[in-house]
């Protein structure tokens, strides 16, 4: 016996929700429908793919190897029915965009939305690490990230060339000034992102090259959550700027010689490059940004 299509989706959905309700809801089946499909394919291969973890099924070793290979599967059958269906002319369909910032994502995502209204797109937003692992697993079709350099293991151009910049709240001592240096910066109480945070990551290096250091006193997860506790007079922050603003209760100043340490990427897999919605994802970067070479 072979597995089957149905098995195949009925272990990537309870894989995905961990839950056999949500599993079937997600399906548009019943509850024992799921079981049943999962039960069988244990017993046909003689292996256990889950774990009971309370009222959670957590993957076995056997089941994660299984959840890689079903997510290409299925985003492979995905591609398939798009090229026989309106997903093929853009007038249908759903484009899956992973994004560490939303102020250049979104940008793209609005002329995405203006020339191909009929397509839904989902996004989902993220650290650039989180956003990476799930390009990396056949979770989302394209990703604008953040990078000190080209990511080589993806199919990716450069979107916006960044600057880093100090983060101050309104009406800071350091209002109107034109630009301040690293040194100054680094004299402040700082407020940072987590490890694993490109803007992070290229402050430290340029502390690091430059032989200083500052002193720490907050650490946040999120960019908004960073913005907020600088708006709120807790410290100042940096932030990597392509020349676009959000509104926020904060404003940018740009740290003199730090002009471009990094750039925000749009970025697919190699094997998914040739998509005809992730082209044109790629055609509408190109043309939003301004960029001159060929994507």
Known sequence: MSITLSQLRAFHALAQTGRHSLAAEKLRVSQPAITAQIRGLEECYNVRLFERVGHNQKLSEFGEQLFAIAKRILLLLEEAEGTLTSENDLTGGTLCVGADSPIYAMRVITAFKHMHPAMTVKVDMGSAEDITKKLMGYE??????????????????????????????????????????????????????????????????????????????????????????????????????????????????????????????????????????????????????????NL
């Open 140 to 293: 989302i079709d394209v990703a604008v990230v953040t990078s000190a350099s080209n990511p080589t293991d993806f199919y990716g151009h450069p979107f916006y060339d960044l600057a880093l910049t100090a983060l101050v709240p309104l009406g800071h001592v350091w209002t109107g000034r034109s630009n301040v240096s690293l040194a100054d910066v680094a004299a402040k109480d700082v407020i940072l992102r987590e490890p694993g945070s490109v803007t992070r990551s290229v402050f430290l290096d340029a502390l690091e090259r430059q032989n200083l250091k500052t002193n720490v006193v907050l650490q946040l997860s999120t960019q908004f959550a960073v913005r907020e506790a600088v708006a709120s007079g807790l410290g100042i922050s940096i932030e990597l700027s392509g020349g676009l603003r959000s509104s926020v209760r904060a404003e940018m100043i740009p740290i003199e010689g730090l002009e471009n340490v990094a750039k925000e990427y749009v970025a697919c897999r190699k094997d998914r490059a040739k998509v005809k919605k992730v082209r044109e994802f790629f055609k509408l970067a190109k043309l939003v940004s301004g960029m001159a070479d």
